[in-house]
């Protein structure tokens, strides 16, 4: 029994535990260093911010079609059909004896037809490359002007460069609302030569540049063949 006038020990809750810190934070708590902001620190993160964002304009527009070049020589017009004619149509040319024996389509606008008093033989094969996938590569691949070697420019045509070896094509944009003039762009793959729509320069394309233009155009040539030649069959049987 406790009497009145013993002494009753009160805990004082606000006493930090045994072994802690005085500032009431664990005795294993390890101060991490302040790092103070000075100007200096300040000026530091702002020039970070802006090496960065110099940086991204600088990627953009190294990344951003250049057309100075192309403009003055396809001319205004035609490089508003480059970018902007949703119709595009091919027109390839092949030495007969690597041409398809079947050289006529009815369908969607495509047909070949031998060129009379061509040496040797040629055939050309035209097809709808509108809304092809991969189309905006070779839009970009004719636009930009760092994909030709404008060393070479000279006032000749393309088909003044006609050879026994050489291929020729042409691509003519259009647009079926009449909004944007048509414009046909002359190539000879072989060697990457390309002219203007009115045949009175050509310049070449790039080494870079020119397999991959030769490539797309010849694979798309072949799958409409393949595709024509299976529906060919199908109605046949």
Known sequence: ?????????????????????????????????????????????????????????????????QVEKTTAFFGIETIRALQYAPGVMLRLEAEAADAPLTLTESESGRSATSLAGSTPPTVVKEIDLTATPGLGHLRHALLDERHYDWTTRNDRSIDSLRSPRTRMATLTFSDPR????????????????????RGDRSVRLIPRVQPAIRHFLVVISNAQQTYYDRRQQEEQD
Request: aromatic share 4%; hydrophobic share 45%; glycine share 10%.
């Open 178 to 197: 009449g909004i944007i003039a048509p414009a046909t762009i002359h190539l000879e793959l072989t060697e990457g030569w390309v002219g203007t729509p």
């Open 1 to 65: 029994m406790i009497s009145p006038s013993s002494p009753i020990a009160i805990e004082d809750d606000a006493a930090p535990p045994p072994g802690a810190r005085p500032d009431g934070l664990p005795a294993d708590w390890v101060d991490h260093p302040k790092i103070p902001i000075t100007r200096r620190a300040i000026l530091v993160g702002i020039g970070l911010v802006a090496l960065g964002t110099l940086g991204a304009v600088t990627s953009i527009w190294a990344r951003r079609t």
